[in-house]
């Protein structure tokens, strides 16, 4: 069956870092777009990082732009959402994503808490 499972999360001060991870099995992972969504308690969610099927191309949110970097290992079915220079408003829950812009659906994973604070 389809899963991806958040690993990597916990309680962090803020300027830290902290690496999640996304396992992928069921589906041909190398097929889909990676994306990292994040939801705030009492917010939307929202896209934080993206990354193309073959790990040719990127993009980021502008809050993120330059302190996160979201890479890919598709001999692993692997993908991680390095988290640099993190800020108390980073705090959220982070679920990862994948999407087939072919087939136009979504799996997502169960998500990790990350919370930044003194």
């Known amino acids: 069956q389809v899963q991806l499972e958040e690993s990597g999360g916990g309680l962090v001060q803020p300027g830290g870092s902290l690496r999640l991870s996304c396992a992928a099995s069921g589906f041909t992972f190398s097929s889909y777009a990676i994306n990292w969504y994040r939801q705030a308690p009492g917010k939307e969610r929202e896209l934080v990082a993206g990354?193309?099927?073959?790990?040719?191309?990127?993009n980021y949110a502008d809050p993120v732009k330059g302190r996160f970097t979201v890479s890919r290992n598709n001999a692993k079915n692997m993908v991680y959402l390095q988290m640099n220079s993190l800020k108390p408003e980073d705090t959220a829950v982070y679920y990862c994503?994948?999407?087939?812009?072919?087939?136009?659906?979504?799996?997502w994973g169960q998500g990790t808490q990350v919370t930044v604070s003194s």
């Open positions: 994503n994948a999407r087939s812009y072919i087939m136009g659906h979504d799996f």
């Open positions: 990354i193309t099927s073959a790990g040719g191309s990127t």
